[in-house]
């Protein structure tokens, strides 16, 4: 009878209780799964399990072989003439027994001079095989690196080779130096470094921020800063260059200030089509901006009784008019520029500390560093096929890339075309100059 009791007592305590329910959800929590999963821990059950899918990898392995040898040749010859000479050396280099079944001929192939891209499409693929090594072009050999992980970029009069390669001195028609300004390029084997540490590792190659670099021109008064940023595999580089200029200059003044003597570049980073568009009307036209600089009263009547009050109240806050002041992109290659005039501090003249400059801005996009024949960097070069930016970067823009990574927006600005009529003239058009 007091069994029957206590039965009744503990009935009626556990039915009156309410079940658990999550807090989040609402719903009844189930502990069906915990309390099954307990029941494995620590048991023997998982040991075949673990042991189990190496065996089948293992007897898997041993199949697919044994299947790949008993294919007749006329088989792997058919399959040999499907894929082009880079596919099929890396077929042979899957395994041992495939190597046996097609042979030594992909790669006799592959030395061929018409299969040179096949080659290196196929040396490419290999280069997360070799940490110490970089692959060099000219030679097509991976030589092995002099400097890891200690190269740095230098100006041009300083010899850095970071492999001793026997073709660095002979002239090729691969694009393998992008100018950045006079006296300074960036090799190709640096956006090589930057990009197989990216992807393969740190000891692959050197990050992208040790090649920012500043520098002043020894030629004129143009000074540069670069910087470089990865994204979503590509390389893309910024510089920024500036001059302090003088107001209401003449078209010799101007050429002096714009062109180097030396090659009749301009001293600001450019890519190959700078003659081609308006981006040094554009320049002429910023500079042609800048108000005369303040004089005040005493200043003015010590060259004669006239008084100017323009001349005392002069705004040092330029704005640019509607042609110079959008931003440009070039239509031949992933490069845009934003010209700006800025008031900004003279520390080397005591007399005139704050002066008008102009700051021209390049963004280019370099691509993703696997050959120097890549769209990206043979456009900026001037090389390869037609390239058309406007309808591959669309319309987030190289330099709204670029600023992303310091959440840094730049102003609303409108991009327009830096050669909106298409006219192909080269040196033989008078515009430039």
């Keep these: 009878m007091s069994g029957q009791c206590c039965w009744k007592f503990i009935s009626v305590k556990t039915w009156g209780q309410s079940p658990e329910v999550d807090i989040q959800t609402g719903e009844r929590v ?30 898997s392995a041993g199949l697919a072989n044994a299947i790949f040898a008993s294919l007749p040749n006329n088989i792997w010859n058919r399959i040999s003439l499907t894929l082009n000479p880079a596919d099929t050396a890396c077929l042979a280099l899957t395994s041992k027994t495939l190597r046996i079944r097609i042979g030594y001929d992909p790669w006799e192939i592959l030395e ?9 499409s196929f040396l490419v693929r290999l280069d997360s095989y070799y940490p110490d090594h970089l692959l ?38 691969l694009p393998l130096k992008l100018r950045i300004a006079p006296g300074h390029s960036l090799p190709f084997s640096f956006v090589q470094l930057v990009l197989r540490a990216q992807h393969n590792g740190c000891e692959y190659g ?14 004129s008064e143009w000074s540069h800063h670069s910087s470089y940023y990865y994204s979503k595999g590509h390389l893309l580089m910024r510089v920024v260059s500036k001059s302090f200029a003088q107001p209401c200059l003449p078209p010799s ?30 320049c002429k036209c910023a500079l042609s ?26 705004n040092p806050i330029v704005t640019l ?43 280019s996009d370099l691509g993703d560093g696997t050959t120097p024949m890549t769209p990206e960097w043979a456009a900026v ?36 075309s830096l050669n909106p009529k298409m006219k192909k003239l080269g040196e033989e058009g008078h515009d430039w100059y």
């Design 112 to 120: 061929l001079p018409q299969n040179r891209e096949h080659k290196i």
């Design 381 to 416: 070069n001037g090389f390869g096929e037609e390239y058309d930016s406007f309808a591959k970067i669309g319309r987030r823009g190289v330099s709204g890339t670029f600023e992303s990574q310091n959440g840094v927006a730049l102003p609303g600005q409108r991009m327009l």
């Design 30 to 59: 189930d502990h069906t799964e915990l309390l099954h999963s307990l029941a494995h821990q620590g048991s023997f059950d998982s040991i075949p399990d673990v042991v189990r899918p190496g065996r089948q990898e293992w007897d």
């Design 136 to 173: 060099c072009y000219p030679c097509l050999i991976y030589h092995r690196r002099t400097q890891k992980g200690e190269e740095k970029l230098k100006g041009n009069i300083i010899l850095n080779p970071i492999f001793n390669c026997p073709w660095a001195k002979e002239p090729l028609p």
């Design 321 to 363: 008019c509607k042609d110079c002041r959008p931003m440009r992109r070039c239509p031949e290659c992933p490069t845009e520029y934003l010209i700006d005039i800025k008031f900004e501090e003279d520390r080397n003249d005591p007399n005139n500390r704050f002066k008008q400059a102009i700051v021209i801005t390049r963004w």
């Design 206 to 219: 050197i990050p992208a921020q040790s090649l920012a670099r500043r520098w002043k021109c020894r030629e």
């Design 289 to 314: 901006h800048i108000p005369k600089p303040k004089e005040t009263i005493a200043q003015q009547l010590q060259r004669g009784p006239q008084l100017s009050m323009s001349l005392r109240n002069a």
């Design 253 to 282: 003044g101007l050429r002096y200030l714009l062109y180097s003597r030396e090659d009749y570049w301009p001293y600001f980073s450019v890519c190959a089509h700078w003659r081609d568009g308006e981006l040094m009307n554009l």
